[in-house]
């Protein structure tokens, strides 16, 4: 069973900045790809950044530039670095761990940002 637990949501003015954690329980946490996605109110769940195992990042065209993530497999920690946010990356955002053939997800942290 893997467990995923999501923390460091908030409220935060346009512009701020908050910085995301996912905790994982497996212990094949090193071979998984770990993605964050977001579901905004009303809205289909986007995804929006991921890593690989060795660490290679991608990004939604929407965060480029503004959002970092990053993982610490010793630790089993990722962590999603949002900056300049925006009214529109208002959303509860969870965290997914890839480990072939199954998905395993996080509860969802709240992220607001207001204008």
């Known amino acids: 069973q893997v467990q995923l637990v999501e923390s460091g949501g908030g409220f935060v003015q346009a512009g701020g900045s908050l910085r995301l954690s996912c905790a994982a329980s497996t212990s094949t946490f090193s071979i998984a790809a770990i993605d964050w996605y977001r579901q905004a109110p009303g809205k289909q769940r986007e995804w929006v950044a991921g890593?690989?195992?060795?660490?290679?990042?991608n990004y939604a065209d929407s965060v480029k530039g503004r959002f970092t993530i990053s993982r610490d497999n010793a630790e089993k920690m990722v962590w999603l670095q949002m900056n300049g946010l925006k009214p529109e990356d208002t959303a509860v955002y969870y965290c997914?761990?890839?480990?072939?053939?199954?998905?395993?997800w996080g509860q969802g942290t709240q992220v607001t940002v207001s204008s």
């Open positions: 997914r761990a890839a480990l072939p053939p199954s998905n395993y």
């Open positions: 890593i690989s195992r060795s660490g290679l990042t």
